[in-house]
């Protein structure tokens, strides 16, 4: 593990009533260089074209994607990931988000927060999530 994972969790154990199995942690505590990803969408990084999809699960497997992506090319791995801020246009898309994030942090155990807001910059946005990753050093 890259960092420290300070009181780790899953949160299929801290949201039984909901079908969700992600990786999380109470706080990291992470030395090296940091990476701040800007809020990542469900558009293409090379040309910022919207995906098309108006499902939510296909719209965070592009954001999260995206944001593997950004960590590669910045020299990190997704171990790497310490932070995520979720934010979502419906509450009722929360459990097929998190299920799609959970793929790609399974393991990783970042802390995370969520907000549901009124819109996001396109309206056919559901999701858009930001992140921050730290190379140890």
């Given at each position: 593990?890259?960092?420290?994972?300070?009181?780790?969790?899953?949160?299929?154990?801290?949201?039984?009533?909901?079908?969700?199995d992600n990786?999380?942690?109470?706080?990291?505590?992470?030395?090296?260089?940091?990476?701040?990803?800007?809020?990542?969408?469900?558009?293409?990084?090379?040309?910022s074209k919207?995906?098309?999809?108006?499902?939510?699960?296909?719209?965070?497997?592009?954001?999260?994607?995206?944001?593997?992506?950004?960590?590669?090319?910045?020299?990190?791995?997704?171990?790497?990931?310490?932070?995520?801020?979720?934010?979502?246009?419906?509450?009722?898309?929360?459990?097929?988000?998190?299920?799609?994030?959970?793929?790609?942090?399974?393991?990783?155990?970042?802390?995370?927060?969520?907000?549901?807001?009124?819109?996001?910059?396109?309206?056919?946005?559901?999701?858009?999530?930001?992140?921050?990753?730290?190379?140890?050093?």
């Amino acid at each position: 593990m890259a960092h420290k994972r300070h009181r780790k969790f899953n949160t299929k154990d801290t949201y039984p009533e909901q079908k969700l199995d992600n990786d999380l942690a109470q706080a990291v505590v992470a030395r090296g260089t940091t990476i701040f990803l800007r809020g990542q969408c469900p558009q293409n990084l090379d040309d910022s074209k919207d995906i098309g999809s108006h499902d939510p699960v296909e719209q965070t497997h592009k954001v999260m994607q995206n944001i593997q992506q950004l960590i590669e090319e910045c020299g990190g791995k997704m171990e790497h990931l310490c932070k995520v801020v979720v934010y979502l246009t419906d509450v009722r898309h929360r459990e097929a988000v998190y299920r799609t994030m959970g793929e790609y942090i399974k393991g990783v155990h970042p802390v995370s927060t969520g907000v549901v807001v009124t819109a996001l910059a396109r309206p056919s946005w559901l999701v858009e999530i930001d992140a921050t990753a730290v190379i140890p050093d």
